[in-house]
């Protein structure tokens, strides 16, 4: 079974800094997704960023990056110029190429210090 | 997209009553997942229809729990003999092959609390 591990309960960050959120998953499968979804204090989920197994660029919206090590099995979020929006649960997400369901870690509580 | 709702929020009951919850994926979206997440913990899948067909159910949806999607639309999801352990967020999600990796938009969840 595919496991999601986020090893950092929680991490705090100045606004304007930046700040790096971990992720490491186990899997067999050769096509998969991963996701990085934040979850705001009562409020619902909602997709930051997503990369393709099979590509090898990195990818990137507006201040979010990811740095996706295969063989590693890592895949971190990089925050950039942190605003104090950005202060939330970040979930770390796996999908399976032949699955529909999400596995989710644990998640990571990032905190914005103005 | 008016986004995922789901109904009620936040939902209180005593242990051993029935409960049910309703969700309402975005208009066209063919696929509809249920979650439930615990405190401290990321979301567990609980289970996933496409149209009105239930294709795949967790080991975590035991006998007393019962989703339906009857018209391909609107889901609900229903606990019978309700126990402290079911109290939790369920969240519901919904997609459609059109989007991208088959993105799935999550409603705002509702919050169960069983006493």
Redesign the interface.
């Given at each position: 079974a595919q496991t999601?591990t986020q090893s950092q309960p929680e991490m705090s960050v100045q606004e304007a800094e930046t700040v790096t959120l971990s992720c490491t998953y186990d899997t067999s499968e050769s096509d998969y997704?991963l996701f990085w979804?934040k979850q705001p204090p009562s409020?619902?989920?909602?997709?930051v960023i997503?990369q393709?197994a099979y590509k090898q660029q990195n990818a990137t919206e507006n201040r979010f990056s990811v740095n996706f090590q295969k063989a590693a099995k890592s895949f971190s979020l990089k925050i950039s110029d942190s605003q104090l929006g950005d202060a939330a649960m970040y979930?770390c997400?796996y999908?399976g190429g032949s699955n529909?369901?999400?596995?989710?870690?644990?998640?990571t509580l990032l905190t914005v210090n103005p | 997209d008016t986004g995922v709702s789901q109904d009620p929020r936040h939902k209180i009951t005593k242990r051993g009553q029935n409960v049910t919850f309703r969700c309402d994926p975005i208009s066209e979206h063919n696929r509809l997942y249920w979650y439930r997440q615990t405190l401290g913990q990321g979301p567990e899948f609980l289970t996933y229809f496409q149209n009105e067909a239930q294709l795949e159910k967790s080991r975590l949806l035991s006998d007393r729990f019962s989703a339906e999607r009857p018209k391909g639309s609107f889901s609900t999801l229903e606990i019978q003999r309700t126990e402290q352990g079911d109290s939790a967020m369920y969240l519901c999600a919904s997609s459609i092959v059109a989007r991208p990796l088959y993105e799935q938009y999550f409603g705002p969840g509702t919050r169960l609390t069983v006493t």
């Open positions: 999601v997704y979804y409020r619902q989920m909602i997709l997503r393709e979930f997400a999908r529909y369901k999400l596995t989710f870690g644990k998640g | -």
